[in-house]
């Protein structure tokens, strides 16, 4: 459980609050996730940002400019932070993200050190709006609810009326998606409740695996998986391959999957920084609208001619 107090003006924190409390506008705040980066700079505040984990694998263009002049600084990874670091940035707030639990060691010296924290949820959001939304935290610690508003509110209409069209104009039958590539001889396939997979099916799309409606992802064997995957039309994000040549690679019996003879495989790996870091879980989180529309011109390629932002074919 957490509980963040914005103050304004002159406005004090009780006496008794045990929260962490930031005064707004915030001049200095690290991102531990780069989704974090990206809620700043869609509402034209990037300038704040004086800290990142994993500097190498931000996409965002003022963070890689300001990195070369120590404007912008890696403060590391996890439990492995350069405290030395944060201490000589003194940020106003540092935004945590945490799969489990909180974590007590980072959180412990963060309060040692007078640097407030909070973690942000987006990541546990199955709404693309959901995640987006998640920007008007950005806003409110700049003092800019209006621009985070109207910022929000604009990718909201633009996805709406992005999936409205789809809805009236899309074949009745549905092309079937498989989605991602095995870790360590096993298969994770998400929920059919998760982002990725609203996003297919406001795309027009229909997702290959229905088993499994719970909160997270789940492995299933690999010949499961390869009955999947010849069911399917279309295969979608696939991990690190840039060519069907190192898709195969991978796994020979993958030449043979409907998709990849068909050539109808796409990754999201379309904007990426030379260390591998992916622009689609940056910017793409603030973004659904982009990734809707770059999921439409796969599926149905008769109902747009919009350029591609995060997704590529393989060939």
């Not at 695996?209 to 999947?228: I, Q």
């Not at 069911?231 to 020979?252: H, I, K, R, S, Y």
């Not at 973004?287 to 932002?309: M, S």
Request: aromatic residues 10%.
């Amino acid at each position: 459980e957490q509980h963040l107090l914005i103050l304004r003006d002159d406005a004090k924190a009780p006496a008794d609050f045990a929260g962490q409390v930031v005064k707004a506008p915030v001049r200095h705040v690290v991102c531990m996730s780069s989704s974090h980066v990206a809620m700043f700079d869609a509402i034209g505040q990037a300038k704040r940002i004086s800290g990142v984990s994993g500097i190498d694998y931000i996409s965002n263009p003022y963070v890689r400019e300001h990195r070369l002049c120590g404007e912008v600084r890696d403060v590391g990874y996890d439990t492995n932070l350069n405290f030395e670091r944060l201490a000589a940035i003194q940020p106003d707030l540092m935004l945590l993200y945490g799969v489990t639990s909180e974590n007590t060691v980072v959180t412990g010296k963060l309060r040692e050190l007078g640097i407030p924290y909070i973690y942000v949820g987006d990541y546990m959001e199955e709404s693309p709006l959901g995640k987006a939304e998640w920007l008007m935290v950005a806003a409110e610690l700049c003092n800019d609810r209006s621009r985070g508003a109207e910022t929000f509110g604009g990718i909201a209409e633009r996805y709406r009326a992005v999936k409205t069209a789809v809805a009236g104009s899309a074949p009745a039958v549905r092309p079937k998606v498989m989605l991602n590539t095995p870790y360590r001889d096993t298969w994770f396939m998400p929920s059919s409740r998760s982002f990725m997979i609203r996003l297919i099916e406001d795309a027009g799309g229909e997702y290959v695996y229905t088993k499994n409606d719970s909160d997270t992802s789940v492995a299933v064997d690999m010949e499961e998986a390869y009955l999947l995957a010849n069911a399917a039309d279309f295969w979608l994000n696939v991990g690190p391959c840039n060519t069907l040549a190192e898709l195969t690679a991978q796994n020979p019996k993958f030449a043979g999957i409907p998709a990849v003879r068909n050539r109808m495989v796409f990754n999201n790996n379309r904007r990426q920084t030379p260390a591998g870091g992916s622009d689609f879980w940056e910017s793409g989180v603030i973004h659904p609208d982009l990734i809707l529309q770059d999921l439409i011109r796969i599926f149905h390629p008769e109902l747009t001619d919009a350029e591609p932002t995060y997704y590529r074919k393989l060939n």
